[in-house]
C-alpha cells in the first residue's frame, strides 16, 4: 500500500465543518450562489447566447425548487461572515494542480506560439476553431440526448423511484407526499446546468486560442500521452479536491452541495461536479480543457458518460448498472449519506487479470482507488450503506422487482448538523 500524509490531503485554513446535504438556513447563500452561476454562463458564452438562455431559466428553476423543497431563513450569508475562504478556495485548487495541469497548458500555449510564428504554414486555424464548436455542441448534444432518456425512464417508474428512495436515507427528503416528479426533473435541471457551466471553461479556452490542423496529429498524440499520465494521479486530486468540497463549508454551499441535493441518478452526474466546481475545475484543476478540440470531445464524452452510468443508484431504471459495477465502487455509499469514500471509491476483484496495456492505463492508483480513503479516513469497505446498497440491487436490479419486505432494514442518517 502507498504511503499517504494525511496533511498533505486534510490541510484547511479556515474552520473546518463538514457537510451533505443543504438546509433552509443556506437559502441566501445559495441565492447568491446561483447568480453567479447565471453570470458566469452570460460571460463566458455572451448574455444573449442560447446555452446562457437555457441556463437562466434552469437557474430560475431550481432557485425556485430550493425554495418548495428547503424553505427559506434569512441569514447572514456566510460568504460574507467568512470572506477569506473565497481567497481560500482558489489557494486550495492552485496548490492541487498536477503536472499534467500543467504540461496541457503550456503545450497549447507554446502551439499558439509556434502558430503566431509561422503564419505562413498551412494551420487552417479559422477552419479548426469551426470544427472545435461543432465538437463542443455535438458533444452536448449526444449528452443531453442520454440525459433526456434517464429522465424519461425515471418519469415513467416513478412511482417505483420513490419506492426505493423510501429504503435509503433519502427517505428523509423522499417522503409518501412528495413530488416525486418535481424531484425528479430537479434531478435532471442539476445534471444539466451542471453540464452547461462545466462546459464554459472549455467553450472559453477555445473560443480564445488556436488550434493548428497541420499540427492535429501530433498534439493529438501528445494529449494521449498526458490523459494517461493523468489517471495516475486522478485518485489523489480528486480526494483532495472532493475532500475540501465537504469540509470547507463554503466549497459545500456555492461549489459542491448541489451534486448531493438532488436524487441519486445517472441524470445529476457530471464528472462529480457541482455547477461552479464543474467551471472552476474544467480551468484549474484537469488538463482536458486544454487539449485540442477531438481530444477534448473524445476524453470529455468518455467521462461524462460513464460518471452517469455510475451515479445511478436507483436500481431498475435505465441505465442499469451492472451488479459487477455496483460491488466494486462505493461512491454510492456516499450519495447515501456517508462522507467518505471521498476517493473514487474503486476496488479491483482479487481475481482479477488484466492485461499489461490496461494496466498501463488503467494504473492502480485508480483500479484500487478505494486504498486512499482506508489509509486517510479508516474507510471499511464491508459498512451497512454498502451492505444495504447491494441488498437493494438483488431485489430490484433484475426485471421483475421482488416485494418490499414489511421490516425495512435500519438505514444510515448523514453525519451532518
Ligand atoms: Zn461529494
Ligand atoms: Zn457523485
Request: proline share 5%.
Amino acid at each position: 500500500m502507498a504511503e499517504y500524509k494525511a496533511e498533505e490531503f486534510h490541510r484547511l485554513y479556515g474552520i473546518r465543518k463538514p457537510r451533505t446535504c443543504y438546509y433552509r438556513r443556506d437559502f441566501v447563500d445559495y441565492t447568491l450562489m446561483i447568480s453567479i452561476v447565471a453570470l458566469v454562463a452570460g460571460l463566458c458564452f455572451g448574455f444573449r447566447h442560447g446555452m446562457a438562455l437555457v441556463s437562466y431559466a434552469l437557474c430560475a428553476f431550481l432557485f425556485g425548487t430550493f425554495i418548495v423543497r428547503h424553505g427559506i431563513e434569512w441569514k447572514v450569508p456566510l460568504i460574507l461572515r467568512r470572506p477569506q475562504d473565497v481567497l481560500y478556495l482558489f489557494v486550495y485548487k492552485v496548490l492541487n494542480l498536477k503536472r499534467q495541469w500543467f504540461l496541457a497548458a503550456g503545450l497549447l500555449l507554446l502551439g499558439n506560439v509556434v502558430i503566431a510564428m509561422t503564419p505562413q504554414l498551412p494551420h487552417h486555424t479559422d477552419w479548426m476553431r469551426t470544427a472545435a464548436i461543432w465538437l463542443f455542441y455535438a458533444h452536448f448534444a449526444g449528452i443531453t440526448l442520454y440525459r433526456t432518456r434517464i429522465l424519461i425512464d425515471h418519469l415513467a417508474k416513478k412511482e417505483l423511484v420513490r419506492e426505493i428512495l423510501m429504503q435509503t436515507p433519502w427517505k428523509r427528503t423522499i417522503t409518501g407526499r412528495t413530488n416525486i416528479t418535481l424531484e425528479i426533473v430537479h434531478a435532471y435541471a442539476t445534471g444539466l446546468l451542471t453540464h452547461i457551466i462545466f462546459l464554459a471553461g472549455w467553450y472559453l479556452v477555445l473560443t480564445h486560442v488556436r488550434y493548428s490542423l497541420l499540427f492535429l496529429p501530433l498534439t493529438f498524440a501528445l494529449d494521449f500521452w498526458v490523459e494517461i499520465k493523468w489517471y495516475r494521479v486522478l485518485n489523489r486530486w480528486f480526494y483532495r479536491e472532493h475532500w475540501v468540497g465537504h469540509n470547507s463549508e463554503l466549497e459545500f454551499l456555492y461549489l459542491h452541495g448541489n451534486h448531493h441535493d438532488a436524487i441519486p441518478s445517472g441524470m445529476i452526474a457530471v464528472s462529480e461536479n457541482g455547477f461552479l466546481e464543474g467551471f472552476c475545475r474544467s480551468l484549474i484543476g484537469q488538463p482536458v480543457a486544454y487539449y485540442s478540440p477531438l481530444s477534448v470531445a473524445l476524453f470529455l464524452s468518455h467521462t461524462v458518460w460513464y460518471d452517469m452510468l455510475t451515479h445511478q443508484y436507483i436500481p431498475g431504471i435505465f441505465p442499469k448498472l451492472s451488479n459487477a459495477v455496483v460491488k466494486t465502487t462505493q461512491h454510492s455509499t456516499h450519495h447515501f449519506g456517508q462522507l467518505a469514500p471521498y476517493g473514487l471509491g474503486s476496488k479491483s476483484p482479487a481475481t482479477r487479470n488484466v492485461s499489461a496495456l490496461r494496466a498501463r492505463i488503467v494504473p492502480q492508483e485508480l483500479v484500487n482507488a478505494i486504498e486512499l480513503d482506508e489509509e486517510l479516513t479508516g474507510f471499511h469497505w464491508d459498512n451497512p450503506t454498502f451492505r444495504k446498497t447491494l441488498e437493494l440491487w438483488e431485489r430490484y436490479g433484475k426485471r421483475a422487482p421482488k416485494p418490499v419486505p414489511e421490516v425495512v432494514a435500519e438505514v444510515i442518517v448523514p453525519s451532518t448538523t
